[in-house]
């Protein structure tokens, strides 16, 4: 069964680092659109960022420049770098899939979800 597992989440201070992990079985990663969602306290789950199956990138607004969206098809591994980050960062971070599409903009279009990292951006 298609299984996405989430690691790399943790306290960082502002201005820091942290590389988020997706590992990914079940399913032909390369086939599929993945996607990095985030969810704060109070607030609705917003994608981040996504990486089609055709190799098109999107970003949010609110990440561009400071993200980077990476997938290794052979270990299949998705990866989300974030650096500079801020306390309006702070969310739990889900990875998410679908199958070839145009990287979705609605949670309810992924079928596939992990179970989520938490990252904390704090002095």
């Known amino acids: 069964q298609v299984q996405l597992v989430e690691s790399g989440g943790g306290l960082v201070q502002p201005g820091g680092s942290l590389r988020l992990s997706c590992a990914t079985s079940g399913f032909t990663l390369d086939a599929y659109d993945i996607a990095w969602f985030r969810q704060a306290p109070g607030k609705e789950r917003e994608r981040v960022s996504c990486?089609?199956?055709?190799?098109?990138?999107y970003y949010a607004e609110f990440v561009k420049g400071r993200f980077t969206i990476s997938r290794d098809n052979v270990k299949n591994m998705v990866y989300l770098q974030m650096n500079s980050l801020k306390p309006e960062d702070t969310a739990v971070y889900y990875c998410?899939?679908?199958?070839?599409?145009?990287?979705?903009?609605?949670?309810?279009?992924?079928?596939?979800w992990g179970q989520g990292t938490q990252v904390t951006v704090s002095s």
């Open positions: 990486m089609s199956s055709h190799g098109y990138i």
């Open positions: 998410a899939a679908h199958g070839p599409g145009l990287c979705f903009r609605a949670p309810s279009q992924y079928p596939y």
